[in-house]
C-alpha cells in the first residue's frame, strides 16, 4: 500500500482521492488554530507558493486531539487561515491522528516511520517536554502534537517525519531533492 491508496474528506466532505497526486510532492500536516506552533502556516504557506507549480502539494488536516487547540468547524479553520496566513492551499476535513478513531492515512504514515527527526538537543528537550503533556500519545509511532509533517515522494514514499518543532522552512532542500 501506498499513500496514493488512500481517499480522504475535503471540508465539504467529498472524497479526495490521493491517487490524483500521483507524481507530486506532497507535505501532510496534523494542524490546530490555537496551537503554539500554528505561525508555522506561514512558512508552508511560502513552500507551497515556492513550489507548487512545480509538483507540491501540502494536505492540511487539522487535529482537536491535543489540547482541544482545533475546536472551530472546517470551514472556521479555514477561514482563519487564509485571513490570518493568507493560505491558498486547502485545509481538509478535521481527522483523528491517534488511536481507535485515528484516519487510515496516519495509520499508514506512522507504519512508514514511527520517529520524528529531531536534529538538535533543545529540540529534543523541547519534545519531551510536549510528549509529556500529550496525553493521546500511548504506543509507538503515534502523533506526539499538532504540526507534526510527513514529506512523501513522487514514488509514492514517505521519506521523513519531522516533529512539531520543525520549521517547515528547514524542509526546503529535502524537498528541492524530490522535486528533481
Given at each position: 500500500m501506498s499513500v496514493y491508496d488512500f481517499k480522504v474528506k475535503k471540508r465539504?466532505?467529498?472524497?479526495?482521492?490521493?491517487?490524483?497526486?500521483?507524481?507530486?510532492?506532497?507535505?501532510?500536516?496534523?494542524?490546530?488554530?490555537?496551537?503554539?506552533?500554528?505561525?508555522?502556516?506561514?512558512?508552508?504557506?511560502?513552500?507551497?507558493?515556492?513550489?507548487?507549480?512545480?509538483?507540491?502539494?501540502?494536505?492540511?488536516?487539522?487535529?482537536?486531539?491535543?489540547?482541544?487547540?482545533?475546536?472551530?468547524?472546517?470551514?472556521?479553520?479555514?477561514?482563519?487561515?487564509?485571513?490570518?496566513?493568507?493560505?491558498?492551499?486547502?485545509?481538509?476535513?478535521?481527522?483523528?491522528?491517534?488511536?481507535?478513531n485515528e484516519d487510515p492515512l496516519y495509520t499508514h504514515l506512522k507504519s512508514q516511520i514511527q520517529k520524528d527527526e529531531i536534529k538538535w538537543l533543545k529540540d529534543k528537550a523541547a519534545m519531551f517536554a510536549v510528549k509529556k503533556i500529550s496525553n493521546t500519545c500511548k504506543k509507538n509511532g503515534d502523533i506526539v502534537w499538532n504540526f507534526t509533517k510527513f514529506l512523501v515522494n513522487k514514488d509514492w514514499n514517505v521519506v521523513n517525519r519531522y516533529s512539531p518543532i520543525f520549521n517547515p522552512a528547514n524542509m526546503e532542500n529535502d524537498i528541492l531533492n524530490l522535486l528533481k
Open positions: 465539504d466532505w467529498s472524497d479526495l482521492d490521493l491517487g490524483s497526486l500521483k507524481w507530486k510532492v506532497i507535505i501532510i500536516v496534523n494542524t490546530a488554530t490555537w496551537c503554539g506552533f500554528t505561525p508555522q502556516y506561514e512558512w508552508l504557506e511560502n513552500l507551497y507558493k515556492k513550489y507548487h507549480d512545480k509538483w507540491l502539494e501540502i494536505l492540511d488536516f487539522p487535529c482537536n486531539q491535543f489540547g482541544h487547540q482545533a475546536p472551530w468547524t472546517d470551514d472556521e479553520i479555514h477561514q482563519f487561515c487564509t485571513a490570518k496566513y493568507d493560505t491558498s492551499f486547502d485545509q481538509l476535513a478535521k481527522i483523528e491522528v491517534n488511536w481507535e
